[in-house]
T-cell receptor, first 114, second 115 residues
């Protein structure tokens, strides 16, 4: 069965610090990878997505993620966070031929302190 | 576009009562998804529709849950009878066809509390 693991459940960091959130999936076939963000009290929004091609994906708000197939990973990064990046971040996966079934990780709560 | 619209935003009900959650997808989107979010289980896909037809309901927890999509602009998720363990945030999402279907747009959610 496919599963998605997010390494950290809770991250606290200061403004201007760099952020990296880990995401691993367990499936050997073709996958489509996503990072969603949920700001406090808001709905989920897509940060970035990977289907194929360049494994380094740029998203909105300065986020990027790198797909490393050999490590089954899709880690999210941001070089310098802001207070407004405080949110919960979800990694999600669909299989190549089963796109409708987004499987989410448990989420990582990120708190950025001023 | 107004995005995915869900109602109500908050629902408090007593155990045993029927609860109906509503969703209006983004106009032109032909896929609709229902998710449930809890602290214990995270985000779970309950069911999804394509062109108003249920495609996969394997995530629906039990027979107390049912979902319908009578037309392209409206879907309901019903719980009858409700139980305290159904307390959660229920999200509706929609997406368009083709490659764009991989990107799902989420509604604001309905926070359900069953006492």
């Amino acid at each position: 069965a496919q599963s998605v693991s997010q390494h950290n459940h809770h991250v606290i960091l200061s403004e201007a610090a760099s952020l990296e959130l880990g995401c691993n999936y367990s499936y050997g076939g073709t996958v489509n990878l996503f990072w969603y963000v949920q700001y406090p009290g808001q709905h989920l929004q897509l940060l970035l997505k990977y289907f194929s091609g360049d494994p380094l994906v740029k998203g909105i708000k300065g986020f990027e993620a790198e797909f490393i197939k050999s490590k089954f990973s899709f880690n999210l990064r941001k070089p310098s966070v802001q207070w407004s990046d405080t949110a919960e971040y979800f990694c999600a996966v669909t299989l190549g031929d089963s796109w409708g079934k987004l499987q989410f990780g448990a989420g990582t709560q990120v708190v950025v302190t001023p | 576009d107004a995005g995915v619209i869900q109602s109500p935003r908050h629902e408090v009900t007593e155990m045993g009562q029927e609860v109906t959650l509503r969703c209006k997808p983004i106009s032109g989107h032909d896929y609709l998804f229902w998710y449930r979010q809890t602290m214990m289980r995270g985000l779970e896909l309950l069911i999804y529709f394509n062109n108003n037809v249920p495609i996969d309901d394997s995530g629906m927890p039990e027979d107390r849950f049912s979902a319908k999509m009578p037309n392209a602009s409206f879907s309901t998720l019903k719980i009858q009878p409700s139980e305290p363990r159904d307390s959660a945030v229920y999200f509706c999402a929609s997406s368009g066809g083709g490659r764009a279907s991989y990107e799902q747009y989420f509604g604001p959610g309905t926070r359900l509390t069953v006492t």
